[in-house]
Every structure is written in structure tokens, then in C-alpha cells.
């Protein structure tokens, strides 16, 4: 389909609205279009409505706009878009980097995640920056990846200036997290266990939901699952396997046989966490006594591996527990900002048996008697 067949242009109102298609066009290729239609000479009498500044930086003019700003935007990638009277801006966000199989990528913008309707891994879109004049969050957003199974990653961007804005944004295999048999953020009953492959994806007919498949059960009849997206599965709902996350390739296809069932979420009632700061404590390795401000309690027979777990459960995508004041996919360190985050999982890192706590906190298991951070 060509451009002309996906946007609508009315000239009583002076709007171009996306009306039909999925195609994702450039702003160039959008300007270029509009150019050839205006310089028609059975549009001679309409006022010209688009202009290009740079190659990447463009703007509406004579009143025209949007038919539907929240929607058109959608279709549309790199560069920048301002409205006739300079009071709206759509900066154009692209990232740079590598990030695993299916990692949904997120924005916070002014303490608030916009809704993604991108595609997973690396992301070329337009956002809004600027409205009445000012900017939103003086122009900055945050944009995160933090899927369970992988590293996590996230970077500042200033886009209040318009144009292409580059964001670097990376992740790697967690080895730590979910690789072990009988292990996920969650499983679900089903009633067939066959063909199911361990590194596809599941996807809930009804739901929506979708996640990665990390183990499959065929004893009990479990699908174990972690970067869990939308959701949750229904009881009942017809799951299909597929490649990539969203989608279906037909190898395998089920019914599910009840509710889904946390794992690691499960383990809230034995890792518990106190933002009580500042606190002293000697870590006993020569520097002395030290502030901190979280203490994290580990009990119920749980280790410093399942805390290392469900500390980055509760920070991933989508996560609404609150983490000292934040939905925890907004939670970045132990002050508020102030001090360094640790990117690839918020509360420290894990390796080698060893909990590497980030600055300010203190990871303490009552049943073994020991600290570590």
C-alpha cells in the first residue's frame, strides 16, 4: 500500500489522518507525499500544510495538523514534527544497541510510562514533548528494558529540541535469573504438554497476555514462563506457541487447565524489605561502620539467589509493586536518584554465589546468620 492509501487528507478541517494500514512511514517519505499532493495545480488554492527545516526536523503550517495526533504519530519515524503554532512538539526517539529476543522496550515520561505501541527490540517512533508551549518534564523521558530473564538497561534522553534523539539501551542473558528447571516469574496448567519447545513464546488467545516458555513440565503439565507481557492468562483460554513473542507458528496448542500460579513473585511473603534509612552497619571488611538506607530479609528457607530473584521481579516491565514510593518498573536506587544506579538489576548484582549489593543496601538472611552486600 502506498502512503496515500494509509493517510486522509481533509482540507475543510486542514487534517491528515492515519486511516487505514500498518506500514510505519518515515517523516521524509510523509513530507514528500504532501509536497507532491500541494504542488498539484488542482490544489493551488489550498494553503500549503507541511514543511521540512532539515532533513529531519519538520513542521506543520497554515493551521493544518493532525486529525489525530495520539494515533497518526504512530505510523510515523525519524524526525521531528511541530504543530503550526509551535505550541506541540513529537520528537523523533530511536535506540542504538543490542537487546535480546522479544525485549519490550519503555519510556517514562514525567513520572508515567507511556503506553507502548512499538514493536520489541530496537524502537524508531515519535513522542509528544511539548504541549500549550511548555514542555513536559522540561523535555526529558526515560527509556527502559527490564525483562526478568535478561540484564536490564535504561538511559536519560533529552528531546526537547526536536529532531532524531539516540538512545543507547543494551541487555544480555541473566544467567541467574530463571534457568533453572521448575523455575519462572509464573507457571500455568495445561492440558496437553506436548510439543512445546523451552525459548519460544506462549501467547493467550483471550488474555493477550505473552510471555517466553523457560521449562516444560510434562509430568505435571506446567508451563513454566518468565517475561510475562499484558496478561494475566486466563483460566480455560485457548495458548498457541510461537517464535517471537505475539506471534504463532502452529507447533503446539493447548487449552489452559486453571489460573496462572506465581513463582517468584511468590516469594514476597520471605524476602522483605524495609526502606529505613539511613542505617549503620559494619559490613566487617575494614571500612568501618557505613550508612545504608534498604535492609532486605531474607527467611523462609529462601537464599540469596531467590532474593536476587524476586528483587528484580518486582523491578521489571510492568510492575506495580511498590518499591520505596515507585511502581518498582520506575525504581532506580536506594535515594531517589541520588545515588549511581546499577542498571542490569537495581538492587545489586549476583554472580558466583555472591549478592553484589548496589549503593545503600543491605541484604540480611536471618535462617544462615550472614550479611552480604
Not at 27 to 47: E, K, P, R, T
Not at 249 to 273: K, L, P, R, W
Request: net charge negative.
Amino acid at each position: 500500500m502506498a502512503i496515500a492509501d494509509d493517510f486522509t487528507i481533509n482540507y475543510t478541517n486542514k487534517t491528515v489522518t492515519h486511516s487505514s494500514g500498518t506500514t510505519i512511514y518515515t517523516v521524509l517519505a510523509y513530507f514528500q507525499w504532501l509536497a507532491g499532493v500541494f504542488a498539484n495545480s488542482g490544489q493551488m488554492d489550498d494553503d500549503y500544510a507541511f514543511v521540512s527545516d532539515t532533513p529531519t526536523v519538520y513542521r506543520y503550517t497554515n493551521d493544518w495538523a493532525f486529525g489525530d495526533s495520539t494515533s497518526d504519530i504512530q505510523y510515523l519515524k525519524g524526525g521531528s514534527i511541530e504543530s503550526s503554532d509551535g505550541d506541540e512538539l513529537w520528537s523523533n526517539l530511536y535506540s542504538i544497541g543490542s537487546q535480546e529476543e522479544g525485549t519490550q522496550m519503555y519510556i517514562i515520561q514525567d513520572g508515567d510510562e507511556i503506553t507502548p505501541w512499538w514493536t520489541t527490540e530496537n524502537i524508531d517512533i515519535l513522542l509528544l514533548v511539548k504541549i500549550g508551549g511548555v514542555l513536559i518534564d522540561s523535555g526529558n523521558v526515560l527509556a527502559m528494558a527490564r525483562e526478568t530473564d535478561y540484564s536490564y538497561d535504561h538511559n536519560t534522553v533529552y528531546l526537547g529540541g526536536g529532531s532524531r534523539n539516540p538512545v543507547g539501551i543494551n541487555n544480555a542473558p541473566d544467567l541467574n535469573y530463571g534457568r533453572l528447571a521448575d523455575t519462572g516469574d509464573i507457571y500455568i496448567p495445561i492440558t496437553s504438554s506436548t510439543d512445546w519447545t523451552a525459548g519460544k513464546y506462549v501467547l493467550g488467545a483471550t488474555s493477550g497476555a505473552s510471555a517466553r516458555i523457560n521449562y516444560v513440565d510434562t509430568v505435571d503439565h506446567y508451563l513454566y514462563l518468565v517475561m510475562v507481557e499484558d496478561g494475566p492468562f486466563n483460566s480455560s483460554e485457548t495458548i498457541d506457541e510461537g517464535d517471537t513473542r505475539g506471534a504463532i507458528d502452529g507447533d503446539a496448542s493447548t487449552t489452559t487447565a486453571g489460573a496462572q500460579v506465581d513463582v517468584i513473585a511468590g516469594y514476597s511473603s520471605d524476602v522483605t524489605i524495609d526502606y529505613v534509612g539511613p542505617f549503620s552497619k559494619d559490613l566487617n571488611n575494614g571500612a568501618g561502620p557505613t550508612n545504608y538506607d534498604t535492609e532486605v530479609v531474607v527467611s523462609g528457607g529462601k537464599d540469596v539467589l531467590h532474593a536476587y530473584q524476586y528483587l528484580k521481579y518486582i523491578t521489571r516491565h510492568n510492575s506495580a509493586v511498590q518499591v520505596d514510593g515507585l511502581d518498582g518498573e520506575q525504581y532506580l536506587d536506594a535515594a531517589a536518584g541520588s545515588y549511581t544506579a546499577v542498571k542490569a538489576a537495581p538492587f545489586g548484582t549476583f554472580a558466583g554465589g555472591t549478592f553484589f549489593g548496589a549503593r545503600g543496601i543491605w541484604l540480611w538472611n536471618i535462617e544462615f546468620e550472614f550479611y552480604s552486600c
